[in-house]
């Protein structure tokens, strides 16, 4: 069974099209689709077929909707009740957007390993799947909900594409196809960046520099925002003449790896931590520089580190190494599966034989030999996002002094001291402000000082729920702030509403969730109702009927998971504990089924 959603909504059986008929069976069809064989309730599917104002007979039109769905597709496709709606299980079938997002999420690693031609591949397979504007034959109200983000997937894919052809010394193929892309979306930096670089290597400075002014007017009369720093450092590059074909495909001029990603995103409220961090960098002392960036699930630890490296690249000659080392779901890659990506960027050569997760013992202790090899006496930076824990980090470690190693992870670490550890808390009002100001426009913002206090209230200072919020707004700007901060308002619904393309706080808090024990989740769900006030552990063993010490244990471990927070101290000195509001509506939303099943 096929079905296409990137187009019009569709279904096949054995090569030939199933009949389907009207907007609204093509809707109860996609939703299911897209719940990627989760329940979609019947509160959902009634407001994607009628908005705000769903007829007294919603449900048993729905319950229409679904037995033609079950008539049309058979056998091989089935559509269960499943309180409090209904989930399509279809073993076996062909999802177009399952196929894309699984071939544009290994371009996208390609890419970050410096693979471009596979990644060029990858991304233009991809990317074929896409027959036209998606959901274009549903109702306007799921259109509404949920083309934004599918939209928003593939032109980053297609930015990726285009990023891995630029790397290929494509950019006379790309010029045509990067100026009509920026005459479309004439607001999206990053194309009119490889506008820029484009028309540079193809002799056109004059062209690349009017492309960034017109770019700067755009940005300044639309959104009321000046050039980002990556527009804005592809101008300094034009202006210094150093986008030419040695500094593509993250290698500098002496072929020195360079993956860091762009740093882009703001920063506010950020300015001490990034003047330590980068202060460390900077002044190798004759200690290690071992220097671990921690905090909960979308505090900005990455962003933080990026910037940081990026900032202090001039110390480090020899190049920076970047590495993710947990996957999109939060399960935690194997440091062999690291090391090659890592030596490969290093050019070290014979390693396509080399499996990084499925290889022998013997095979990653000649990895880490090869890697440790690479990197003595050499003055790199290596970034390691998103540390599961010290055995994975281990082998991961350069040789010698001269190297410095930046890792984020929602733990502390043993290999990082104390001095070296900076803990994310989350941003005061006024920085929140800022980048809720810095995605959607400051105007805009203030025409409704209230919402928008309300929608940071919401957001909890958590700069991913803020970046995502920014994101919708700017995506959305005929819609007032206050309409978002209405459907912000109800807990219930609220990390529902923080998910756009592929930002997601729920998504980002379940790899947390997962890492803690049984008891652990069992506690988190207990804290969903005891507010958001500090607490000892004292109060925590009373409440959840269990000796002081052994209370304190369990809220330790979700101190070290980073699903509580340490507030500071009662008046004897003992420690006090606070969780997250979303930390919190997470934990609530648990308590509504199995602790176990936190998926």
Not at 174 to 199: I, K, N, S
């Amino acid at each position: 069974m096929d079905f296409r959603i990137l187009g019009p909504v569709e279904a096949r059986r054995g090569g030939e099209w199933v009949a389907l008929s009207g907007s609204k069976v093509h809707t109860v069809l996609a939703a299911l689709l897209l719940a990627r064989g989760r329940v979609v309730s019947d509160a959902r599917l009634g407001a994607l077929l009628w908005g705000w104002d769903p007829p007294v007979t919603a449900s048993a039109q729905i319950y229409t909707y679904i037995s033609r769905l079950r008539k049309h597709l058979g056998e091989e496709v089935e559509i269960v009740r499943r309180q409090p709606g209904y989930v399509l299980r279809a073993p076996g079938a062909r999802i177009d957007v399952v196929e894309f997002e699984r071939l544009d999420r290994l371009g996208r690693e390609a890419l970050q390993d410096g693979r471009h031609l596979e990644a060029q591949a990858l991304l233009t397979e991809a990317l074929g799947w896409w027959r036209g504007s998606a959901l274009s034959n549903v109702t306007e109200f799921l259109l509404e909900a949920e083309l934004p983000q599918l939209e928003e997937a593939r032109m980053f894919a297609l930015e990726n594409r285009i990023e891995a052809d630029l790397a290929l010394g494509r950019h006379e193929q790309v010029t045509a196809e990067l100026t009509g892309l920026v005459g479309e979306f004439p607001v999206r930096e990053r194309l009119r960046a490889q506008l820029m670089t484009a028309l540079y290597r193809c002799g056109r400075q004059a062209d690349a520099l009017h492309t960034y002014y017109e770019g700067r007017k755009v940005l300044v009369d639309q959104l009321g925002v000046d050039p980002g720093e990556a527009l804005g450092a592809t101008y300094q590059a034009v202006l210094g003449g150093e986008l030419g074909l040695a500094e593509a495909g993250g290698f500098g001029r002496s072929g020195a790896p360079a993956m860091l990603p762009a740093a882009e995103g703001e920063l506010a409220g950020r300015d001490a931590e990034l003047a330590a961090l980068t202060a460390r960098l900077g002044s190798p002392d004759g200690r290690p520089r071992r220097l671990l960036v921690t905090g909960m699930a979308g505090a900005g630890k990455t962003a933080l580190a990026v910037r940081v490296a990026v900032d202090s690249a001039e110390h480090f000659p020899d190049g920076q190494l970047f590495a993710e080392l947990c996957r999109p779901d939060g399960t935690a890659k194997d440091p062999g599966e690291v090391l090659v990506r890592l030596l490969r960027a290093l050019g070290e050569p014979g390693l396509d034989g080399v499996g990084g997760g499925a290889g022998p013992a013997q095979d990653r202790d000649e990895l880490v030999r090869l890697y440790r090899a690479r990197t003595a006496g050499k003055r790199l930076l290596v970034v390691l996002d998103d540390a599961a824990g010290d055995l994975q980090v281990a082998p991961l470690m350069p040789a010698g002094a001269r190297c410095a190693v930046l890792i984020t992870s929602r733990s502390r670490l043993a290999r990082v001291t104390g001095a070296d550890t900076v803990a994310l808390a989350a941003l005061d009002d006024d920085d929140a402000l800022a980048v809720l100001a810095a995605a959607a426009g400051r105007d805009r913002l203030l025409a409704d000082p209230d919402a928008a206090d309300d929608l940071v209230a919401y957001c909890g200072g958590l700069p991913l729920a803020l970046a995502v919020m920014g994101a919708r707004l700017a995506a959305r700007p005929h819609w007032p702030a206050r309409r978002f901060a209405d459907r912000m308002a109800d807990p219930r619904t609220r990390l529902a509403e923080l998910s756009f393309g592929d930002l997601d706080v729920r998504r980002a808090l379940l790899p947390s969730v997962r890492r803690t024990t049984p008891q652990g989740r069992e506690t988190l769900v207990a804290l969903a109702g005891w507010g958001t006030e500090p607490f000892s552990a004292r109060e925590a063993g009373t409440r959840l009927s269990l000796p002081e010490e052994a209370a304190e244990r369990l809220l330790e471990s979700l101190v070290d998971g980073a699903l509580l927070d340490l507030s500071g101290l009662d008046p004897q000195g003992l420690p006090l504990y606070r969780c997250h509001e979303l930390v919190l509506l997470y934990a609530a939303s648990m308590g509504a089924h199995d602790t176990t099943a936190v998926g």
